[in-house]
């Protein structure tokens, strides 16, 4: 029996095969797709670096700074400022070695919050077709896991550096700030003020950097960003169909009521899963939410259902993004089942939270976690 047993690979290992995976597919992915998320953070650095404004036209600085980058539809740097500083190591090298290095760190944090969150290799393997999509875009979703997930693992014993992990990663994208609502709620005094503290030193820190005015000019094209963005066949979030009924609400009021609305059956728990919890409700009530988001839900507790839909959505998505089969006529197949995971991810927090709420005669803590 023990030989039986041990002849299976450890889950460490398969953890491993995972990565070399992921790592395999997403330099391919580089070789074969010139898109570019990475490229708006990039000109916006170079751009700083030869006294240009880093919220300038991307195409502007791209071609005061960088002939070899690839051509582009991004207006300006969707990105706040600190996403900018980030980039300025790397706005040293030229464009092609800086995208390259950029893959490089990104497989690094993801297999570094793999090994550390030890987490079950069907997670890591159902994940891996959004990274691909995230790493050749050069996304900041690497990053932004990393430190969401050092606030799930620090926010019992050390609440200040979970906090301020929290708030970079406000700092760096907005949409991880629908998690200072669980934070709130949940009357994790500590952490809120660490995770607004920390965003608003690093903001400063940024606007110091990169002169006056960058978070001004950046909050103001990020309102036009969700407008633009927010009807977008990619675009897989609630906030999506809401603003299709109500298009009086701008796209970022209506992701704030949604938040809101979306919250009210996980109050029970979020004393405590506050950040865990609300993971769902990020993806649903984010104004934009791409397809590469979605690796958060790693970090979720998933049903058989959900696993299923992420397995079906990745495989078409990875399919088309490698070029191997057309995009046409692909998106509901592509894009569907992430929603409907999104929104069964929620549904089991929501269930457990109504359940919490009317505990059963002598359990006072019945339905306080996912069955």
């Known amino acids: 029996m023990n030989t039986l047993i041990n002849a299976h690979p450890s889950a460490s290992t398969l953890r491993r095969l995972c990565m070399a995976l992921l790592l395999a597919l997403s330099v391919w992915a580089i070789l074969i797709t010139p898109e570019s ?3 708006q953070d990039y000109a916006a650095a170079k751009g700083w670096m030869l006294g240009l404004d880093p919220n300038g036209p991307t195409d502007d600085l791209l071609a005061a700074c ?5 051509p582009n539809q991004i207006p300006q740097t969707a990105h706040p400022p600190l996403a900018t500083l980030l980039a300025l190591p790397f706005a040293l090298l030229p464009w092609t070695a800086a995208r390259w290095a ?12 793999w090994e550390w969150l030890q987490l079950p290799p069907l997670a890591c393997l159902l994940s891996i077709p959004f990274w691909v999509i995230g790493i050749s875009l050069g996304a900041l979703e690497p990053l932004l896991l990393l430190l969401v997930a050092t606030t799930l693992q620090d926010l019992e ?3 200040l550096r979970a906090g301020a992990a929290l708030g970079l990663a406000m700092a760096l994208k907005v949409y991880p700030g629908m ?14 003020l660490a995770a607004g503290t920390a965003a608003l030193l690093a903001t400063a820190g940024a606007e110091i950097i990169l002169g ?9 094209f990020s309102q036009v960003n969700a407008t633009l963005h927010v009807g977008s066949v990619r675009n897989v979030s609630l906030v999506r169909i809401a603003h299709t009924l109500l298009p009086a609400l701008s796209a970022n009021m209506t992701g704030v009521l949604l938040a809101l609305l979306l919250t009210i059956p996980l109050v029970p728990l979020l004393r405590c899963e506050p950040i865990r919890a609300m993971l769902p409700v990020m993806l649903l009530s984010s104004p934009i939410c791409w397809e590469l988001y979605f690796v958060f839900l790693s970090l979720v507790p998933l049903g058989r259902a959900e696993r299923a839909l992420l397995a079906l ?5 990875l399919a088309v993004w490698m070029r191997l089969i057309s995009g046409v006529g692909m998106a509901l197949p592509g894009y569907g089942p992430l929603f409907v995971a999104a929104m069964l991810a929620w549904y089991r927090w929501a ?3 109504l359940a919490a709420a009317r505990p059963a005669a002598g359990s006072p803590d019945a339905g306080n976690t996912l069955q």
Do not use: E
Request: charged letters at 15%; one cysteine or more.
């Open 37 to 39: 998320d990475f490229v």
């Open 66 to 70: 960088c002939s070899d980058a690839p």
């Open 102 to 113: 950029w893959m490089l760190v990104s497989w690094l944090l993801i297999t570094l919050t």
């Open 157 to 159: 014993r050390a609440p």
């Open 179 to 192: 998690l200072v609502l669980g934070l709130l709620l949940g009357r994790r005094w500590r952490p809120l």
């Open 212 to 220: 006056p005015g960058v978070t001004r000019d950046w909050l103001a």
């Open 313 to 317: 959505s990745g495989l078409v998505g």
């Open 351 to 353: 269930r457990a939270g």
